[in-house]
């Protein structure tokens, strides 16, 4: 799922006194993140094929890859605090006009200068820290890696105040004044907040969160703010805590898969690979009725199991299906609801990006996660394939054609190259070849010699661009689990996550019970977090809890990212349903008195995978 705005879209430039500050920001962080995506790349690849080729690991590949993807986190973070990209929710702000609306869009774009300002100087210290620190294979000293953490939060302090003055100055005033009056307030109840114990977690992690999400602050800065207060005002944890936390939150290696399966489903688009791949499905079954319904969701099956970000799915399939659907006769809100739940049907898909962050939060293997991913995608889909033949009945005088033989095999030769990727990524990452991280590398090194000598369509010029968009998504998505970690830190240490154990440990019906109980979490805060902040945030507290009833850990991660993905992609706050709107360029209301079956179909499917544990399970070693 994209992390940009609501409507999918990057935030409109910035102008006046303002966009000279902004033209100098990008210049000085895009093309340095483009460099550091590239270096990623040929480093982890370098440490593949010495290790599986000529049998020799280099020791310092993983340490210098890990040093580059903290500064690739920050600098991605700041681009996308430039562009406006990163992940809020504005339903509620899209209700408003006037002056009303101008407020919390001011408070939106302050809010998050608020945040960088507290933890700046705790940075600066943290990284001071880290002076006494070497590495082990390379012997540098380790203020070079936790440096990206104050430079970091400079530049998208630039980019905060840059996007404040681009607001208008009497909502801006206006939004200040609001901000400080709520902290004045919060700071006069301390004494009484720090005396009713953990029912002051309700005031910040519920009231506090929950305002600012509605207001249109981005989620990753309203878990900062919410976890920064909360540690100010009823506790006497130094502030230092926050960048020690969030380098915790990103620093994991299994994490560069982000970054560079973004790249990956950049590089199928610019390859045609995608293009080739919907083709045959096509010809294979396009011509039938409802045909073209299987191609979408074949296609997203496919493509999910080579780019493992949904908004490149989204965006490798919809524009190649949408004109031939819409011109049998298909309303264009069936359009989009197909393509906005057949999202949430494939977050299971491997390599799925939400797979690699629950393996990474929970220490669930990640081979073991790929494995159990592709049956429950799969029944899903066969849930969604049902409702699709009903309801999409095609213009009576549609012409539909016929596809003979010959066409078909023709499509499959020109598809096989780009068929044959998930395979490779796959057998790659069971083989041993490469772990879920270098996998993607070989990945990219495949698709541009096939895009370059295959398909001959790979355009150098949009190489840039892929490099630059790739370093902000994953920059939005990577401060989303740095912040989403403080917050859980924060939870944790207050005692919250053994309380929410024992709850749900005690829920009726035992194991099913807390699935059921689980599957209604996770839609509610899919939809309202999004999915990636809800699995950092509630993935170590329950999946103990789900070992300790007897749910395999492998099982339980379908489940509640199934569920998370409905959530997720389910109007009228799911931030995917409003991707995918844009993305198929179908205005959002289309589809909102659609989409209901389809995610009724994915519920069913979801109990089916639910209470059939062998699902997810079954081809495990």
Known sequence: MSAETLSGEMAAPVSGLAAPFDRALALLTEPLAAIVVVAEILVLLTGVIARFVFNHPLTWSDELASIMFLWLAMLGAAIAQRR???????????????????????????????????????????????????????????????AALPVGFVLMLAASLVRCADRGWRDLVLAIAVIAALAGLLYALGPW????????????????????????????????????????????TPLEVIPGRIDEGVSSLILLAVPLFILLGYLIVMTRMSTAMVNFLAALVGHVEGGLAYVLLGAMLLVSGISGAKTADMAAVAPVLFPDMKKRGIHEGELVSLLAASGAMAETIPPSIVLIIIGS????????????????????????????????????????????????????VIAVPALLLPVIIRVAVMEGVATATEVATIGIAYAI?????????????????????????????????????????????????????????????????????????????????????????????????????????VHYAMVVI??????????????????????????????????????????????????????????LP
């Open 449 to 553: 010699v096939i895009g370059i000598l295959v398909y001959r369509s790979f355009n150098w010029r949009e190489l840039y661009p892929a490099l630059v968009g790739t370093a902000a998504l994953a920059g939005t998505i990577l401060f989303i689990i740095g912040a989403a970690t403080c917050m859980s830190w924060a939870l944790t240490q207050s005692n919250f996550s053994h309380a929410l154990a024992a709850v749900l440990a005690q829920a009726p019906g035992g194991k099913y019970g807390f699935l059921i109980g689980s599957i209604v979490l996770f839609i509610v805060l899919g939809s309202v977090l999004e999915g990636i902040p809800a699995m950092v945030l509630f993935g170590p507290l329950l999946f103990p809890v789900a070992k300790q009833l007897g749910v395999h850990e």
């Open 84 to 146: 406006g990209q990163h992940m809020r929710m504005t339903a509620l702000v899209g209700m408003f006009s006037g002056w009303l609306r101008g407020l919390l869009e001011a408070t939106g774009a302050a809010a998050p200068a608020l945040f960088l300002l507290l933890v700046l100087h705790p940075a600066y210290n943290f990284a001071e820290d880290q002076t006494f620190v070497h590495t082990p294979a390379l012997g540098l000293n380790d203020v070079v890696r936790a």
């Open 193 to 236: 907040m720090r005396g009713i114990g953990n029912w002051n977690l309700v005031i910040f992690f519920a009231v506090l969160l929950g305002l600012g999400v509605l207001a249109g602050v981005p989620i990753a800065f309203c878990f900062g703010l919410s976890t920064v207060s909360y540690l100010m005002l009823t506790t006497t």
């Open 562 to 619: 199934l569920a998370m993905g409905i959530g997720l992609f389910a109007p009228p706050f799911g931030l995917g349903y409003y991707a995918a709107c844009s993305i198929g360029r179908v205005d959002p209301n289309a589809g909102l008195k659609r989409i209901w079956s389809y995610l009724a179909a994915l519920v069913v499917g979801l109990l089916v995978v639910a209470f059939v544990p062998w699902i997810s399970t079954g081809f």
């Open 361 to 412: 939060v929970t220490g669930v293997s990640i081979a073991a996660l790929f494995t159990g991913g592709i049956l429950p995608g799969v029944v899903l889909a066969l849930a969604l394939a049902i409702i699709a033949r009903r309801r999409m009945a095609e213009g009576s005088g549609a012409e539909r054609g016929v596809t003979t033989m010959r066409e078909i095999g023709r499509t499959f």
